[in-house]
């Protein structure tokens, strides 16, 4: 019998690996399993490298649904993500997201289908790396903004968290609405809009309160 399965990936403290299942619940998606990491990098660690997500390559079976709330979950290097996604998809294995609801399957046998298939899988890799280098970058200018702010008051405690940030960052990216974006991290449309305007700041306001 085939079960659906959610792989969950949290590398900060700020972070819940129950409020990705509780996202996934929310678009619809019945869970039969939770395999999740907690405190692990989805950059400089491999899917297959991770002990729970080592655990995926052993229990999936050809049939079983993987839902993750999105690639970057899987991992925020190119390479890796697009070898995954390839290898569950040759066994069998259906892969979606709850951001966007995307769907991957290897039961397509037409070539201008594969090809297109091949080329979203290709891109959302792509852009969970490029974001991942892009929040890095950020993160330092908002150190460094946190550190020239340091005697300072700082400010009003922000309405949002990291993963709320990434969420946005990743949304963005796929053309999200500010309303659909709202609505997928419980923020207002006018905090959305001022995130979007400004990351750097939104960093910033994070470093200075240490979250």
């Given amino acids: 019998m085939s079960k659906t399965i959610l792989y969950a990936r949290v590398s900060t403290t700020d972070q819940t690996l129950d409020h990705q299942k509780t996202q996934a619940e929310a678009a619809g998606f019945t869970?039969?399993?939770?395999v999740s990491d907690h405190g692990v990098s989805g950059i400089s660690t491999r899917l297959a490298e991770r002990e729970e997500g080592h655990r995926l390559f052993d229990i999936l079976r050809s049939g079983d649904v993987l839902v993750v709330r999105w690639v970057d979950r899987l991992g925020r290097n190119y390479q890796d993500v697009t070898d995954t996604i390839r290898?569950?998809?040759?066994?069998g294995v259906i892969v979606r997201t709850v951001i966007n609801n995307m769907t991957f399957d290897g039961a397509t046998t037409d070539p201008m289908q594969e090809a297109v298939r091949d080329a979203?899988?290709?891109?959302?890799?792509?852009?969970?790396?490029?974001?991942?280098?892009?929040?890095k970058e950020a993160q330092k200018a908002g150190i460094e903004a946190a550190k020239g702010d340091a005697t300072r008051y700082r400010g009003k405690k922000p309405s949002f968290?990291?993963?709320?940030?990434?969420?946005?960052?990743?949304?963005?990216?796929q053309g999200a609405g500010t309303t659909e974006t709202a609505n997928a991290t419980g923020l207002?449309?006018?905090?959305?809009?001022r995130i979007r305007k400004d990351p750097a700041k939104a960093e910033a306001a994070l470093a200075r309160w240490g979250l």
């Fill in 31 to 34: 869970i039969d399993d939770v």
């Fill in 87 to 91: 290898h569950f998809m040759r066994q």
């Fill in 120 to 135: 979203l899988i290709a891109f959302m890799a792509a852009t969970a790396q490029a974001q991942a280098e892009a929040t």
């Fill in 161 to 173: 968290d990291r993963q709320a940030l990434e969420t946005i960052q990743h949304m963005t990216a």
């Fill in 188 to 193: 207002t449309r006018q905090a959305v809009i």
